[in-house]
């Protein structure tokens, strides 16, 4: 049975779990959690790391074909499936990392979005969720356990400014909006991928189209990708080796090479949903089977377009040499 689409606005990122934990509280589930918290891992896991640092500059030849779209839809919002036909083009393996916007806004002096509002409005910020359970070092009086809207939260300091925590290098860039993500790609020269794009290349790339989270779990019911395992939005246990987002390319590349295509952050798609909203795909560490199993190559999700978050970055994709 189809499910409702969730209200992910700007405002109601502060309210919707919220909402969940006082429904699990109620249900007596934080003596689950307590248990799954003494099962989990420390969530560091950067073992598990498989692209190498030049694999972050390559791009992945996707044929012209065509596929089902909007296969084994699970929310309303996916619709029906349909065989649709793609060209050819390229298509980035990595989400954009940290290191790699570094290197654009240090070519080009770029400011976000996020650090704009920074400057410009006292009830504005970007997005931050982070569990109590994160793998982050956190003071007292800054501890954030659903999210909020932060001040000074920008790709250089995902969680805040008044966080110690500083971005990975090469973790997803985030806090991005889709200004951002554009004007990243012009520099780069490639531009955001269509939703069409975006959805073949991951289709391509799953291990099993017959089964719907294929992309996230293996036969066995592991995870091969950073979702959320766990009850959300009470605890992580980082089963899948990392609480929050991971580097880019640590979980093994699909079918067709791709890394993160599905779970770690949500992509930009250039494909708008409404005047104000353009189309994010893929799923993010936050994506968890009792809440948001949006962790498929058919799951779409509407974002403020002038809105930024700690769980959606972006790749590019750019013409394939023979159709230059
Ligand atoms: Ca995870």
Known sequence: MLQPKPDLTRTSYKTNANTFLAQFSRLGIVCLCLAFQACSNNGEGEQLCSASLAEQDEYVTIPQGDFIMSALPMYTEEGSPSRVTVQTFEIQATEVS?????????????????????????????????????DVTMDDESTIDQWSLVKGATWRKPLGSNHAFTANPDHPTVHVSLRDARAYAQWAGGRLPTELEWEYAASLGLPDTSRAD???????????????????????????????????????????????????????????SSQTTHLIKGGSFLCANNFCKRYRAAARQSQDIDFSTNHIGFRLVRATDSSL
Do not use: H
Not at 125 to 131: D, L
Not at 258 to 263: A, E, T
Not at 264 to 272: G, M
């Open 214 to 272: 294929s992309g996230a779990y293996d036969t066995k019911g592991d995870p091969i990708a950073n979702t959320w395992q766990g009850v959300f939005p009470i605890i992580d246990s980082g089963k899948d080796g990392f609480k929050g987002s991971s580097p880019v390319g640590c979980f093994p590349p699909s079918k067709i090479g791709l890394y993160d295509m599905i779970g770690n952050v949500w992509e930009w798609t250039d494909t708008p």
């Open 98 to 134: 940290n290191s790699q916007f570094g290197e654009f806004v240090t070519a080009t002096s770029y400011v976000t979005d996020a650090e704009r509002s920074r400057q410009v409005a006292e009830e504005e910020g970007s997005a931050v969720f982070a569990s109590s359970s994160a």
